[in-house]
């Protein structure tokens, strides 16, 4: 069992940044991969970033935020925090931001897919860019 949490969101101004936090805690959560998705509304959920949490803590990003958006992790004893750095942001980041865990989570940041019931998932947290 995985549970995540998310904070971090806000409302901002186009040109501004804001950082996103989710705290991970349970089985082999220092052992996978935890991503960030975001899914705006009438669009489907879409994969920004992800990092291994073990190993050489690989990162991955989608095309439409590599260069804006920066994935850091930081682990404790029975945690790992895994934060989204988002710099630059336009109005169209506006969406429902979603932390996710699983191994496929990296996997599907690249594919384009989303893990949907092959991940856990925290609650969410809005981000509204406005111009």
């Known amino acids: 069992q995985v549970q995540l949490v998310e904070s971090g969101g806000g409302s901002v101004q186009a040109g501004g940044s804001l950082r996103l936090s989710c705290v991970a805690s349970?089985?082999?959560?220092?052992?996978?991969?935890l991503g960030w998705f975001r899914q705006a509304p009438g669009k489907e959920r879409e994969g920004l970033a992800g990092?291994?949490?073990?190993?050489?803590?690989?990162?991955?990003?989608s095309d439409s935020v590599k260069g804006r958006f920066t994935i850091s992790q930081d682990n404790a004893s029975n945690t790992v925090t895994v934060y989204l750095q988002m710099n630059n942001l336009k109005p169209e980041d506006t969406a429902m931001y979603y932390c996710?865990?699983?191994?496929?989570?990296?996997?599907?940041?690249?594919?384009?897919?989303?893990?949907?019931?092959?991940?856990?998932w925290g609650q969410g947290t809005q981000v509204t860019v406005s111009s």
């Open positions: 996710a865990a699983g191994p496929m989570v990296c996997g599907s940041v690249l594919s384009g897919s989303d893990p949907a019931n092959f991940a856990s």
């Open positions: 349970g089985y082999s959560i220092n052992k996978t991969c």
């Open positions: 990092i291994y949490t073990g190993g050489d803590g690989n990162v991955y990003y």
